[in-house]
């Protein structure tokens, strides 16, 4: 994604990806941040299980033949802990038994070997877009509209630019309009691990945001966070 300009429109949240060809898991980490989500990667099961037990992801892509724990357990032991996170599993072509074991143990959607990475980005647009409650692909408050196919937003039907990590924060905060959501939860979900999470950027990018678009657009809650409200709600 050009870090000036908004990308091709995904979703921009945090995704696990758990593959252990490192080739395929790379080339996922790739394709997926090139898109623009923020991305963390495990190699076997037993580092998958152990992420999404303990950081928040807004989906995972999750291959089923891991080496210490496979992936059916690992889905299995995530969905008996309460995680609720959108899950899309990788199956062999031709293996419905394991496409019906992955849906069976809580998987939300699947994706055969080989795919197009078209194909999985759209798949995990979809997903983020039905757990998160927004049906449609189009993302509005007042008159911001976001679309998130094509990356586009406009303020009164007029086009804005906005940089990539504008981009991101305000799709979250559109993808969680009416709630507050705290700087944290916005720093995990737009950036991956290795991020500072003591950095002050969020305040920064929210001032650029109301400038843009209109200092009522973003509500700071003081000491809890930030919400975006629908005015004609």
């Given at each position: 994604?050009?870090?000036?300009?908004?990308?091709?429109?995904?979703?921009?949240?945090?995704?696990?990806?758990?593959?252990?060809?490192?080739?395929?898991g790379?080339?996922?980490?790739?394709?997926?941040?090139g898109?623009?989500y923020?991305?963390?990667?495990?190699?076997?099961?037993e580092?998958?299980?152990?992420?999404?037990?303990?950081?928040?992801?807004?989906?995972?892509?999750?291959?089923?033949?891991?080496?210490?724990?496979?992936?059916?357990?690992?889905?299995?032991?995530?969905?008996?802990?309460?995680?609720?996170?959108?899950?899309?599993?990788l199956?062999?072509r031709?293996?419905?038994?394991?496409?019906v074991?992955?849906?069976?143990?809580?998987?939300?959607?699947?994706?055969?070997?080989?795919?197009?990475?078209?194909?999985?980005?759209?798949?995990?647009?979809?997903?983020?877009?039905?757990?998160?409650?927004?049906?449609?692909?189009?993302?509005?408050?007042?008159?911001?509209?976001?679309?998130?196919?094509?990356?586009?937003?406009?303020?009164?039907?007029?086009?804005?630019?906005?940089?990539?990590?504008?981009?991101?924060?305000?799709?979250?905060?559109?993808?969680?309009?009416?709630?507050?959501?705290?700087?944290?939860?916005?720093?995990e979900?737009?950036?991956?691990?290795d991020?500072?999470?003591?950095?002050?950027?969020?305040?920064?990018?929210?001032?650029?945001?109301?400038?843009?678009?209109?200092?009522?657009?973003?509500?700071?809650?003081?000491?809890?966070?930030?919400?975006?409200?629908?005015?004609?709600?």
């Amino acid at each position: 994604m050009s870090p000036g300009l908004v990308g091709q429109g995904e979703e921009i949240m945090r995704v696990l990806i758990v593959e252990d060809e490192p080739s395929l898991g790379q080339q996922l980490k790739n394709t997926l941040e090139g898109a623009g989500y923020a991305i963390d990667l495990a190699t076997d099961g037993e580092e998958g299980l152990f992420l999404g037990q303990t950081e928040s992801y807004d989906a995972v892509v999750l291959d089923l033949g891991l080496p210490e724990i496979d992936g059916l357990t690992v889905l299995d032991r995530w969905r008996k802990e309460g995680k609720v996170m959108p899950v899309l599993v990788l199956t062999a072509r031709d293996s419905w038994s394991d496409k019906v074991a992955g849906l069976d143990a809580g998987a939300d959607d699947y994706v055969a070997k080989p795919f197009q990475s078209e194909e999985l980005i759209a798949r995990l647009r979809a997903l983020i877009r039905r757990a998160s409650g927004n049906a449609s692909s189009e993302l509005t408050a007042g008159g911001v509209r976001l679309d998130t196919r094509s990356g586009k937003v406009t303020l009164a039907g007029e086009p804005v630019k906005l940089t990539a990590q504008e981009y991101k924060l305000l799709s979250y905060l559109l993808h969680h309009k009416g709630k507050v959501v705290s700087r944290t939860e916005l720093i995990e979900h737009i950036y991956d691990q290795d991020f500072d999470r003591d950095s002050n950027t969020i305040e920064v990018f929210v001032t650029r945001i109301r400038k843009k678009l209109g200092q009522e657009v973003i509500t700071t809650i003081r000491g809890l966070g930030y919400s975006l409200e629908d005015p004609d709600a």
